[in-house]
C-alpha cells in the first residue's frame, strides 16, 4: 500500500488516516453528544466526565478542523458559543457505535461489569 502525504504528515494506510481524525479518549465522546442536539461548551464540559478544559478545547478545535463539527458564534455579551455535528460528523456515528460495541463484547470478556454502560444506553449518553 503506496504512502500518502495529507497537510505535510505522512500516512502509512486508511485506518491510520481515519483513526488520527477520531481516535483518543475524546473525540469520540463529543461527537456522540452532539449527534442529537446543540451543545454550548460549558454543556459539553458537564456531559464529558473528567475531561479537562485544555483538552476540551483542542478536541473541539480538532474536530472543527476536520470538519467533523461546526462552531457558531453568536455577537452577544457575554459570548455565546455552540457546537454541533456536521453531515461529514454524522458519518462517523456508525463507527463510534461500532467501536462502543466492540468495547462492551470485549469487557463482557474480561469480566468487566458492563451494568453502567447498559443503563447508559438509555440516556445515550455512554460513548
Given amino acids: 500500500m503506496p ?4 497537510n505535510g504528515k505522512a500516512y ?6 481515519a483513526m488520527d481524525r477520531l481516535g483518543g479518549t475524546w473525540k469520540m465522546p463529543i461527537l456522540w453528544r452532539l449527534k442529537d442536539s446543540v451543545y454550548r461548551y460549558g454543556e459539553l464540559k458537564k456531559s464529558i466526565e473528567h475531561i479537562s478544559d485544555k483538552m476540551l478545547t483542542t478536541q ?35 463507527i463510534v457505535i461500532a467501536i462502543r460495541n466492540f468495547g462492551i463484547e470485549l469487557m463482557k470478556k474480561e469480566g468487566i461489569d458492563i451494568e453502567y454502560y447498559q443503563a447508559k ?7
Fill in 3 to 6: 504512502d500518502f502525504l495529507y
Fill in 12 to 17: 502509512y494506510n486508511p485506518v491510520e488516516f
Fill in 60 to 94: 473541539l478545535r480538532q474536530l472543527e478542523s476536520d470538519g467533523f463539527v461546526h462552531r457558531e458564534v453568536y455577537p452577544v455579551v457575554p459570548p455565546k458559543v455552540e457546537y454541533s455535528i456536521t453531515e461529514k460528523g454524522k458519518t462517523a456515528i456508525p
Fill in 121 to 127: 444506553d438509555e440516556s445515550d449518553d455512554s460513548a
